[in-house]
């Protein structure tokens, strides 16, 4: 059984960064692909970023390009989302989740870490 825990953001102003990890156990995650979401209050949940366990490719939102950066460390099974530049509308709570294939990590995607909020000040 795949297994994501998540770590990281909380409370910060705008143009601030934070950044959010997930790790993950019970399974051989090479092959896998990490997507991290993310909801805001009234709002359905939206896709942010994605990338492959082995970072040869990663994709993004419009609204966080140049902004957000996955990374990843395959000693620790651990991948990060860097948040730059933060502004008030990217509040919301984040989700990385895993998938075998970029066409199955959507909202749709098996597996989830437990989601942590993030908060942006004006």
């Known amino acids: 059984q795949v297994q994501l825990v998540e770590s990281g953001g909380g409370l910060v102003q705008a143009g601030g960064s934070l950044r959010r990890s997930c790790a993950a156990s019970?399974?051989?995650?090479?092959?896998?692909?990490v997507g991290w979401f993310r909801q805001a209050p009234g709002k359905e949940r939206e896709f942010v970023a994605r990338?492959?366990?082995?970072?040869?490719?990663?994709y993004y939102a419009d609204s966080v390009k140049g902004r957000y950066t996955i990374t990843r460390d395959n000693a620790k099974n651990t991948v990060y989302l860097q948040m730059n530049s933060l502004k008030t509308e990217d509040t919301a709570d984040y989700y990385c989740?895993?998938?075998?294939?970029?066409?199955?990590?959507?909202?749709?995607?098996?597996?989830w870490g437990q989601g942590t909020q993030v908060t942006v000040a004006s």
């Open positions: 989740s895993a998938a075998l294939t970029s066409s199955q990590c959507t909202t749709n995607s098996p597996y």
């Open positions: 019970g399974g051989t995650f090479s092959s896998y692909v």
């Open positions: 990338g492959s366990w082995r970072g040869l490719t990663t």
